[in-house]
């Protein structure tokens, strides 16, 4: 979500001149760290707070962080855009990221060898889909780690047999598997599926402050939260809040 | 009386050796400092840890639960965080040999080539040219890998794996040969043109002159090279982290899988992981690791180079 964060970043600063922002990437891990170490104001995360990151929160500052749902994000299964393979299940799915189902003819497309693609495991992404589909088990060795999902989807579309995991707001250029729920019906990830939970792989993200707040930061936070902000949230293909949801308390 | 007085040294002489000894000393302390650093980040391992980490499972497989048979697993985050260090040393070792199998004789081969068959116009031209190469920045190299070395490797080979050893270890060639290269180069140009000259009178060819004079003559030169173009494979980060696709498998002698290297283990975890975690600690270990590896292979060149320019000089 470092796009996004870049995006509210740069209208922000647009509409606020004197304040700079500076955004770097890396996934939730390594904002959440340096939350914890104090680099960073706020951290952007695709994730919730692990218990022990919350704990050194408190060590450090002395307070619990400050959690601030901001959009949603679907994980969607992606394959090359000519494997026809029509949805998956999450136990299937689960099989296959752990090594389990090796070739694509057991799950009836005859395309060889399943080549996995995953995240590197200082994502988010790769924290959840750990925890969601695999059940907290571990991923095939054979499953090749990315730096990020815009090269798992660029990977996925260059090799046939391969599928990939990763948030819905880079795709491009590879297919979007639906998920197969257990009665049978396939769900595609879309906003309304995300937003009331029928889509299995769905999940907030967040913004995380320490501490005392300082007003420049809140500012960031209300900004991502109003109409605005969510008006990038959706350009960059993620899902905005239900209007319902936390947006009523923001200022901007 | 006062021409033959020894003429006294300025003062400022003294001030200069000291500030040149003192800034000699400043690189040894560095080297030893940065040991020191990531030592002690990773030795709190021996006692703070066992309930998280045991010893035994950094090198030896286990039968975790879920898993039919003890395995090699590096999976540090998860629910049951697994350690295991085989895989990566396993990673950085394949694609070590094969880059230097590809490299060693490629770029000994350039500087045969130039030493002694080329013009001097040619050489004037490769040499530059190859240690260029050199200059290139490895994460553009990595991403030549993995766009198109990745395509090229995968139309031939079929692998089913398009990012894997093969493709990290000739990317990775890339950079190890301008260091073969230009050692083995200087090496070969530094060997007494009498001894060319004799071997040439008394009628040697000069493939004669290349193996039976100056390789022997230049063979310490030439064993540093490879030595120190083995420490650079080990050591380079960027074009594996980006051409070997990073899966810790486990397969010795198959070039055909994925790959993940030590070096990039580091790079991709370490800016995620808070201070002072087992994870945290068991980073550290790798990187002293592999510092006493590159340390060791540096002090072996210049061992060899002792032994074998004594050896070869006695023998003159």
């Known amino acids: ?252 | 009386m006062s021409l033959g007085q020894h003429r006294k040294a300025p003062a400022w002489h003294a001030v200069a050796e000291y500030l040149i000894g003192g800034l000699a000393i400043t690189a040894i302390a560095a080297i030893v400092l940065i040991f020191g650093f990531v030592a002690r980040e990773a030795i709190p391992l021996l006692w703070e840890t066992q309930e998280e980490i045991r010893f035994v499972d950094l090198v030896w497989p286990r039968q975790w639960p879920g898993y039919e048979e003890p395995v090699y697993v590096w999976q540090p985050i998860g629910k049951i965080p697994k350690y295991n260090l085989v895989p990566l040393f396993v990673g950085t070792l394949k694609v070590t040999i094969l880059s230097m199998l590809i490299s060693a004789p490629l770029g000994l081969a350039c500087a045969i080539y130039l030493a002694h068959y080329a013009g001097s116009r040619t050489r004037e031209i490769v040499k530059p040219v190859i240690e260029l190469l050199a200059g290139i920045p490895s994460v553009v190299l990595g991403f030549f890998g993995l766009v198109l070395v990745a395509s090229v490797v995968h139309d031939t080979f079929g692998f089913i794996y398009r990012l894997n050893g093969l493709v990290a270890a000739l990317v990775l060639s890339i950079t190890v040969i301008p260091v073969v290269f230009t050692i083995c180069e200087d090496a070969l140009r530094s060997v007494p043109r009498a001894l060319h000259e004799g071997a040439i009178a008394l009628g040697a060819r000069t493939h004669e002159v290349v193996f039976r004079v100056s390789l022997p003559a230049a063979l310490p030169g030439i064993a540093a090279a490879m030595v120190l173009g083995l420490g650079r494979a080990i050591g380079e980060t960027m074009v594996v982290l980006m051409a070997s696709g990073n899966a810790a498998v486990v397969d010795l002698f198959d070039w055909s899988t994925s790959v993940r290297t030590v070096t990039a283990t580091i790079a991709a975890e370490l800016g995620e992981v808070p201070r002072g975690e087992p994870h945290w600690r068991v980073l550290f270990l790798l990187g002293a690791i592999l510092f006493l590896i590159t340390y060791g292979l540096n002090a072996l060149a210049a061992w060899s180079v002792r032994r074998l320019s004594a050896h070869l000089g006695g023998r003159s």
């Open chain 1, 1 to 252: 979500m470092v796009l996004l964060a870049q995006r509210w970043a740069e209208k922000f600063m647009d509409r606020n001149p004197e304040i700079s922002v500076q955004v770097s990437g890396g996934g939730s891990g390594t904002g959440l760290t340096a939350l914890i170490d104090g680099t960073t104001d706020i951290a952007t995360a695709s994730r919730s707070i692990a218990p022990k990151e919350s704990e050194r929160i408190v060590a450090t500052y002395g307070g619990e962080p400050h959690e601030t749902p901001v959009a949603i994000d679907a994980v969607a299964l992606y394959v090359h855009r000519d494997n026809p393979v029509p949805a998956l299940g999450l136990p299937q799915t689960k099989e296959v990221f752990r090594g389990r189902v090796l070739d694509w003819s057991a799950l009836g497309v005859p395309l060889g060898h399943i080549v996995l693609y995953s995240r590197e495991n200082n994502s988010g992404t790769y924290t959840f889909f750990k925890e969601t589909v695999l059940e907290n088990e571990d991923f095939a060795a054979e499953a090749q780690t990315l730096p990020g999902t815009a090269a798992v989807i660029n990977a996925v579309s260059r090799d046939l047999a391969a599928i990939g995991y990763g948030g819905i707001g880079f795709a491009s250029g590879a297919r979007i598997v639906p998920i197969a729920l257990e009665d049978g019906t396939a769900i595609s990830p879309n906003a309304e599926t995300a937003r009331n939970g029928t889509y299995p792989l769905a999940r907030p993200l967040f913004l995380y402050t320490a501490g005392p707040i300082d007003e420049t930061a809140q500012r960031y936070v209300d900004f991502a939260l109003s109409a605005e902000g969510q008006t990038l949230v959706e350009d960059l293909g993620y899902f905005p809040l239900p209007i319902e949801g936390p947006i009523a308390g923001g200022r901007g």
